[in-house]
């Protein structure tokens, strides 16, 4: 036995730091960290401390002498991801290290040689977005291409100078890949050639140009790349199953010949594969790189074991063998929802997230992740008038470019001081629109193709259809509304909206959330159309499309460390129409195995119930329930007992016959001509649904 004393001694002494960078660390992830010569590559699943693992290692090799922290480089996919992985190190005691994507130390190099390279001209100047060039072009395009919006074909250049391919390339290559391009393939090719020329005579670079000119730098001139590997010569790359060619190739020009490289990613996880980023990068890294060490991490620390056993039926449902092992104490059972609208849907997404609240989760812990931004305004009106504090990753809704542009034409209807009758109230509304329509071109019952197909139409409308709608209900609300109090109330939101920025609840795409992490985690709108999105689910056998899909979900369900809702509605306003929708593909992978505990609400087709069987028309049958909660919504909407809409008895005889047809529907008691003009469709849609689901 040790002599007290030299017990005490040990007590006393500092710790070895590098004891400490490995103390909190599984085996797996122990023996990454101890991997401080590379190649090497961690493929493991989300949540298992890739991340963790980078940061760690980086401060171990540091720490042990392996690397100058000057000399190694830590290559994260976002701003944002840098800046955490920035303050994760300085955390560790290391503030020297830089931490940056693939970009912004692209654009460090570029600058640096810019100059001696170019016989002392300045470097062009950095074109924040493509959409100041490309805008002023696809309005000269021919016939109806004017009106689509420029930001899709910006997009689209994008996806094409990712990839290498020039303008005069354009075509085959997009036909190659099953582009579907917003506007049709030689005039995108036309577009893009006419911008790059444009580009250049501005002196301007775009983001793309800044990796392509790099790289040429890297390619023909053998001094700068010395220079540039001689000042690091230890690169960490997160996130590399989203990696581009582009970026590939600048990757193996910093590397040169030597091998301190280490790289982490999860193929379930790639969800850029649209914009030419390929997780082929990840699986073919051991290949590629001889000798590579391959280490994987098993543990998940992140998700409660609840929220694990739904994110691997996803995966496992694509023929996938992976399986998140849980780490984390038992927590709440997920909720897969159906709604009977979108309006309830809503609704109930603000009852989930104000529980989480009271509970005392706070508010920067929950998150509400969407597939597209055009879902975002409907929801921050919802949450606004909710009173909960949102934040939004990208433009919030009062301060996007459209609704400020719409608001200002209402200025017009409020420059005089006596209120004109015809301008109240519901008249008021009225006007609007038709100014709207007049001035913005916004119609909100014109056809989708009309307004162009494209994610920024898309948005746009949304945020309009959306500003329509609350110009509407407040003026249902006050029939004496003029048009100045209209727009003091809309300046009254914008305030509100502004407030709640700095720590409200997190509203943003499932593009943006990865490798981010929340307590509380809410996945609205999983319907057919908008996960899997329309486009991937119409690309004719493009398997790839709907496999990318499921992924960005298993992103956006893995990012849930307690609380995890996913939802859908039957019916979706769309354009002004109730649409039908049906749930998404991915939900029926969710289906649970009869041990498993998963909390289902009344009336989904995995509702416990469903599997019972219980009597038709009676409690606990699924249809009679779907009706019975569509009368309720029904009921609010026309503000009527729900008796006025249906009895009881009608909605049983339903639920026991399931009429299919409108004569079916007509013949039960309580049923008569009005009832069946009014809801049929309706009703006949959720006896459909039942019998499929
Ligand atoms: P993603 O695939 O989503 O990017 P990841 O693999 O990068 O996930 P991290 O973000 O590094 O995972 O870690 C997930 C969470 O688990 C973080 O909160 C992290 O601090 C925690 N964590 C990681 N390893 C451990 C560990 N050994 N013990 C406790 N917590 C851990
Ligand atoms: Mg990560």
Not at 41 to 54: C, F, H, N, P, Q
Not at 249 to 266: P, T
Not at 476 to 504: I, M, N, Q, S
Request: net charge negative; hydrophobic share 40%.
């Amino acid at each position: 036995m040790a002599p007290a004393s030299l017990v005490v001694m040990s007590s006393l002494e500092p710790s070895d730091p590098r004891e400490d960078l490995l103390s909190d660390l599984d085996p797996e992830q122990r023996a990454a960290v101890l991997a401080v010569h590379g190649p090497v590559v961690i493929l493991a699943g989300a949540g298992s401390g890739k991340t963790r693992v980078i940061s760690r290692r980086t401060a171990y090799a540091i720490a042990t002498g392996v690397v100058a922290p000057d000399q190694a480089l830590v290559v994260t996919f976002t701003d944002k991801a840098a800046g955490e992985m920035g303050e994760r190190l300085r955390v560790l005691g290391l503030p020297g290290v830089t931490a940056r994507t693939f970009h912004a130390h692209a654009l460090s190099q570029i600058r640096h040689f810019w100059a001696s390279r170019h016989d002392g001209a300045d470097m062009p100047a950095l074109l924040d977005s493509k959409l100041s060039m490309v805008g002023p072009l696809a309005r000269h395009l021919p016939g109806n291409y004017r009106f689509r919006p420029a930001k899709d074909i910006a997009d689209e250049i994008e996806w094409a100078k990712v990839r290498r391919v020039a303008p005069r390339d354009y075509e085959r290559e997009a036909a190659a890949a099953h582009r579907e391009p917003p506007i049709p393939g030689d005039l995108l090719a036309k577009v893009y050639d006419q911008y790059e020329r444009l580009k250049v005579k501005a002196h301007r670079m775009d983001f793309e140009d800044l990796l392509l000119e790099t790289v040429r730098l890297l390619e023909d001139d053998p001094d700068a790349a010395e220079t540039v590997r001689a000042r690091k010569s230890w690169i960490s790359v997160d996130e590399y199953q989203d990696t581009n060619p582009l970026q590939e190739r600048l990757l193996e020009l910093w590397m040169g010949d030597r091998r301190d490289l280490c790289v982490v990613g999860d193929e379930d996880q790639a969800i850029y594969t649209f914009t030419g980023a390929s997780s082929g990068y990840l699986r073919s890294f051991a290949t590629r790189w001889e000798g590579a060490l391959e280490l994987s991490l098993m543990n998940n620390y992140r998700s409660s074991p609840q929220v694990l056993a739904l994110a691997n039926r996803l995966i496992s449902a694509d023929g996938r063998t992976k399986q998140l092992v849980a780490t984390r104490p038992d927590g709440p059972d997920p909720v897969i929802a159906k709604h009977t609208t979108d309006v309830v849907e809503l609704a109930a997404l603000c009852a989930w997230i104000t529980l989480r609240l009271r509970e005392g989760t706070k508010p920067a812990e929950v998150a509400v992740l969407v597939r597209i931004n055009a879902q975002l305004p409907p929801i921050e009106e919802a949450l606004t008038r909710a009173g909960i504090a949102y934040q939004v990753r990208g433009l919030r809704f009062y301060a996007r470019p459209e609704v400020r542009t719409a608001v200002i034409t209402l200025r017009k209807l409020a420059t005089s001081d006596a209120p004109d009758a015809s301008l109240l109230g519901p008249a008021l509304a009225g006007r609007v629109r038709a100014l709207w329509r007049e001035a913005l071109g916004f119609d909100e019952t014109a056809e989708e193709d009309e307004a162009g197909s494209g994610q920024e139409a898309r948005e746009r409308r949304a945020s309009l259809e959306t500003l329509l709608a609350i110009v509407e209900s407040l003026a249902a609300g006050d029939g004496t509304l003029t048009a100045t109090a209209l727009l003091a109330a809309l300046d009254a939101r914008a305030a509100h909206e502004r407030e709640g920025a700095a720590d409200g609840v997190n509203l943003l795409t499932l593009h943006r959330a990865k490798g981010l992490e929340w307590d509380a985690v809410a996945l609205p709108s999983l319907e057919e159309g908008n996960l899997p999105i329309r486009q991937a689910a119409s690309a004719a056998g493009d398997d790839e499309a709907i496999a990318e899909e499921r992924r960005l979900l298993y992103v956006g369900m893995t990012r849930a460390r307690e609380h995890l809702l996913l939802s859908w509605a039957l019916q979706r306003d769309v354009r002004g129409r109730m649409a039908r929708r049906e749930a998404s593909r991915f939900l029926d992978d969710l289906r649970p195995p009869p041990s498993n505990r998963v909390t289902v609400l009344p009336g989904s087709p995995m509702h416990p119930t469903a599997d019972r069987a219980p009597r038709p028309g009676a409690t606990g049958d699924p249809l009679f329930e779907t009706l019975r909660a569509w009368r309720t919504e029904q009921a609010r909407l026309e503000a009527v007992p729900p008796y006025v809409i249906a009895h009881d008895n009608t909605l049983t005889l339903i639920a026991q016959s399931r009429p299919r047809t409108r004569p079916a529907l007509r013949r039960i008691p309580g049923i008569g001509p009005d009832k069946l003009e009014r809801y049929g469709d309706e009703i006949l849609a959720i006896v459909e649904r039942s019998l499929i689901g």
